[in-house]
Structures are given as structure tokens and as C-alpha cells.
């Protein structure tokens, strides 16, 4: 989530939104951010069992640092995704529940209602979100996953206070952080001390070209991913594993994976099998997969449609 400046600039100029035009509404009561006290000791191990919920992530609210992995299952009927954002020094989930998700969520709310256009909207958010969104930094995290399904996704934390989240869109347009997915953690600075995966595909990701390596052979196998640049606007790169049935053609799941215009029921018939979410510049992360034979779409949610997908076939 590397918020720039000159992003918002970019927005607000193309929106040709005035001050006045910019003014954000009044708040209209709090989003639901459902807290829980953190436990007193930090999960030891780097191997986290994490099961999510239509709209809730029942996970630790306190780890170690280091390398740690995820396995993800999803109990609900709705595909998801577990973002880690790690919050500057001093701010607190409270502080990002109101001032950051609350306003995304109103101003989008006004956009879904056809009462401002995506620009504008994109303006108006940009002109409430707080100057530290800048310094939110996206750890990596868990990528889509379809209902029923168990990914694992090795991240590495670094201490501090985070933000867990999913903002995958409910069928009502609500984001789902906006029903229950945005969650504190807190990471401790004593390490799991678990050692880098091995891995055997290695996915790059830049501005905006997604580079693949390995043989998508049947079997198992774990992908690196690794983000070479920050990416403009609100979101980190990110990879995405989707099985496609046969007649699910790319430019459908393309158009599905914008936030904007979809993310939201219904799905394209396609099983998204996890991935690495969000990485700010020089972070990896490392997630596991099974491959069957069938038609695949290496994916990224942000910057699909600027050609960072690549399809292939395994025999
Ligand atoms: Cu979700």
C-alpha cells in the first residue's frame, strides 16, 4: 500500500476536483472493526493454522517475527485473501480502522451508489486518506482463495503493529474489513527462526510486467514471488493462482480482479488456489501449490488488466 503523493496528485488533477468539489461527507458511524485483546504470549511456531469465515479471520492476534507460514482455510462462501499491512511507528489498528478504512468504505459506498464517478472517487479518497497511509507498508500475505479450499503462503514479518485484512467486496458492496475482516496483530521481536523455503518457480513482479520461471510441471510446487518496484497508487504487487474451467476466458477473470469494478459475486468459474498478496519493493514471499492438469492464470489483482497475467496449460 505505498500511498504516494504524487499519486494522489495524479488523481485529484485528472478527477478535475476542486477544494470544494473534494470536500469528504459527513462520517456516517463507525465501521464495524470487531477487537480482541491479545494474547498474553506469542504463537511459537512459524506454522500458523488460519481458518476464515464470511466475514471473520480466526487467527492469533500475536506472533513472532521471521519467517512464518500460513495455512489458510476457507469455511465461507465467498473467496478471500489476508493482506498483512504493517503500520508506522505509533499508529494504532484503531487510528486505521477510522481514518483509513472508514473513509474508503464511505467514499466507495457513494460510488457503488452511482452518486460520484470512479475518479472522483478515487480523488475524494485520496484527498482523506491521512499523510502516514503513506507509510503503511504491505508485508505480503495470503493470496485468493476459493471457498472450501486451504492455501499456505510463507511471509516474513518483521516486528510491529499490523493490520490483517481482506477487501475482497461482499455482494452488498462492502468491502469485507468493512464486515469483520480487519483484524490487529501484533509481531514480537524474538523469531520463529524458520529458514527461507526452497522453492522451484519464481515469479517477478514489476512495473507492470510479471516475469515467471519454472517448470509448471503436475505436482507440487512453491513459488517465489518477488516485487522489484513499488507499484503506483494504493496497492502493492501481488500473484494469484486461478484454475480456469474450459470456457472461462482470461478477459472475464481479468475484468473480475479490479476492486473497483468487481471483486465481488458473482465469480467467474474459476478456483483461485492462494498466492502472495501485497509486497512492497524487495520483499518476497513464497506460496505452495498443487498443480493438476487443467488451464491456469498466474494473476494479479491490481495490475491484471495492464497485462500482468500469464496463462498456461498443464499437460
Ligand atoms: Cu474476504
Same mark, same amino acid.
Given at each position: 500500500?505505498?500511498?504516494?503523493?504524487?499519486? @494522489?496528485?495524479?488523481?485529484?488533477?485528472?478527477?478535475?476536483?476542486?477544494?470544494?468539489?473534494?470536500?469528504?461527507?459527513?462520517?456516517?458511524?463507525?465501521?464495524?472493526?470487531?477487537?480482541?485483546?491479545?494474547?498474553?504470549?506469542?504463537?511459537?511456531?512459524?506454522?500458523?493454522?488460519?481458518?476464515?469465515?464470511?466475514?471473520?479471520?480466526?487467527?492469533?492476534?500475536?506472533?513472532?517475527?521471521?519467517?512464518?507460514?500460513?495455512? +489458510?482455510?476457507?469455511?465461507?462462501?465467498?473467496?478471500?485473501?489476508?493482506?498483512?499491512?504493517?503500520?508506522?511507528?505509533?499508529?494504532?489498528?484503531?487510528?486505521?480502522?477510522?481514518?483509513?478504512?472508514?473513509?474508503?468504505?464511505?467514499?466507495?459506498?457513494?460510488?457503488? @451508489?452511482?452518486?460520484?464517478?470512479?475518479?472522483?472517487?478515487?480523488?475524494?479518497?485520496?484527498?482523506?486518506?491521512?499523510?502516514?497511509?503513506?507509510?503503511?507498508?504491505?508485508?505480503?500475505?495470503?493470496?485468493?482463495?476459493?471457498?472450501?479450499?486451504?492455501?499456505?503462503? =510463507?511471509?516474513?514479518?518483521?516486528?510491529?503493529?499490523?493490520? +490483517?485484512?481482506?477487501?475482497?467486496?461482499?455482494?452488498?458492496?462492502?468491502?469485507?474489513?468493512?464486515?469483520?475482516?480487519?483484524?490487529?496483530?501484533?509481531?514480537?521481536?524474538?523469531?520463529?527462526?524458520?529458514?527461507?523455503?526452497?522453492?522451484?518457480?519464481?515469479?517477478?513482479?514489476?512495473?507492470?510486467?510479471?516475469?515467471?520461471?519454472?517448470? =509448471?510441471?503436475?505436482?507440487?510446487?512453491?513459488?517465489?514471488?518477488? @516485487?522489484?518496484?513499488?507499484?503506483?497508487?494504493?496497492?502493492?504487487?501481488?500473484?494469484?493462482?486461478?484454475?480456469?474451467?474450459?470456457?472461462?476466458?482470461?478477459?472475464?477473470?481479468?475484468?473480475?480482479?479490479?476492486?473497483?469494478?468487481?471483486?465481488?459475486?458473482?465469480?467467474?468459474?474459476?478456483?483461485?488456489?492462494?498466492?502472495?498478496?501485497?509486497?512492497?519493493?524487495?520483499?518476497?514471499?513464497?506460496?505452495?501449490?498443487?498443480?493438476?492438469?487443467?488451464?491456469?492464470?498466474?494473476?494479479?489483482?491490481?495490475?491484471?488488466?495492464?497485462?500482468?497475467?500469464?496463462?498456461?496449460?498443464?499437460?
Amino acid at each position: 500500500m505505498r500511498f504516494t503523493r504524487a499519486w @494522489a496528485v495524479l488523481v485529484i488533477a485528472l478527477a478535475g476536483c476542486g477544494l470544494m468539489a473534494c470536500q469528504p461527507p459527513e462520517p456516517e458511524g463507525p465501521v464495524e472493526t470487531p477487537t480482541e485483546t491479545p494474547a498474553t504470549e506469542p504463537v511459537e511456531t512459524g506454522v500458523v493454522e488460519v481458518t476464515l469465515e464470511d466475514y471473520s479471520f480466526l487467527a492469533p492476534p500475536r506472533l513472532r517475527s521471521g519467517w512464518t507460514t500460513f495455512r +489458510m482455510t476457507n469455511n465461507g462462501e465467498q473467496p478471500h485473501f489476508m493482506l498483512f499491512w504493517r503500520l508506522p511507528e505509533g499508529k494504532t489498528f484503531d487510528e486505521y480502522a477510522a481514518e483509513v478504512s472508514q473513509p474508503f468504505q464511505q467514499e466507495f459506498d457513494r460510488f457503488y @451508489a452511482g452518486e460520484v464517478s470512479r475518479d472522483e472517487m478515487l480523488a475524494n479518497v485520496a484527498g482523506r486518506l491521512p499523510e502516514w497511509f503513506g507509510s503503511v507498508e504491505g508485508m505480503g500475505g495470503v493470496g485468493l482463495t476459493s471457498p472450501g479450499r486451504t492455501s499456505e503462503t =510463507t511471509v516474513l514479518l518483521e516486528p510491529g503493529d499490523y493490520v +490483517m485484512e481482506c477487501y475482497v467486496i461482499s455482494p452488498e458492496g462492502k468491502f469485507h474489513g468493512s464486515l469483520g475482516m480487519l483484524r490487529p496483530l501484533i509481531v514480537d521481536p524474538e523469531s520463529t527462526g524458520m529458514e527461507v523455503p526452497e522453492w522451484d518457480i519464481h515469479i517477478s513482479l514489476s512495473n507492470y510486467v510479471m516475469s515467471v520461471e519454472g517448470e =509448471t510441471l503436475a505436482g507440487e510446487h512453491t513459488v517465489a514471488v518477488h @516485487a522489484t518496484e513499488n507499484a503506483e497508487g494504493l496497492i502493492g504487487h501481488d500473484v494469484h493462482l486461478a484454475r480456469l474451467e474450459a470456457d472461462t476466458s482470461i478477459e472475464e477473470l481479468v475484468e473480475w480482479m479490479s476492486w473497483i469494478e468487481a471483486l465481488r459475486p458473482p465469480v467467474p468459474a474459476a478456483e483461485f488456489l492462494g498466492g502472495a498478496d501485497h509486497l512492497t519493493a524487495g520483499r518476497t514471499s513464497y506460496f505452495t501449490v498443487t498443480l493438476e492438469p487443467g488451464r491456469y492464470a498466474w494473476i494479479s489483482e491490481g495490475f491484471a488488466s495492464a497485462g500482468m497475467i500469464e496463462e498456461f496449460v498443464v499437460e
